[in-house]
């Protein structure tokens, strides 16, 4: 069946650094956009990287760019999501998205993973 499995949220001070995968399964990792949201307490959800699916064009949320900074294998159908310069505002769950380039309404989504940023 499908799986997106996200790994590597915890906790970290602000200036930290945190990698995000998400593994994905049951599906052809290949022929999908990835992306990366978050959810902070009391906000809406936000779009915050997103890679096309052969990974040659990204885009990121204005909040942070320069910062953080999404990737790809499609060999291991796992997307990243290397966040440095970490601040509070940061802080949410962060759940990995796959949307098929061709059927966009075939959309899948992990379980999250959290991420503090805290001292």
């Known amino acids: 069946q499908v799986q997106l499995v996200e790994s590597g949220g915890g906790l970290v001070q602000p200036g930290g650094s945190l990698r995000l995968s998400c593994a994905a399964s049951?599906?052809?990792?290949?022929?999908?956009?990835m992306s990366w949201y978050r959810r902070a307490p009391g906000k809406e959800r936000e779009l915050v990287a997103a890679?096309?699916?052969?990974?040659?064009?990204?885009n990121y949320v204005e909040s942070v760019k320069g910062r953080f900074t999404i990737s790809r294998d499609n060999a291991k159908k796992t997307v990243y999501l290397q966040m440095n310069g970490l601040t509070p505002e940061d802080t949410a769950v962060y759940y990995c998205?796959?949307?098929?380039?061709?059927?966009?309404?075939?959309?899948?989504w992990g379980q999250g993973t959290q991420v503090t940023v805290s001292s």
């Open positions: 998205n796959a949307v098929n380039r061709v059927i966009t309404s075939r959309v899948y």
């Open positions: 049951g599906f052809t990792f290949s022929s999908y956009r």
């Open positions: 890679i096309s699916s052969a990974g040659g064009t990204t």
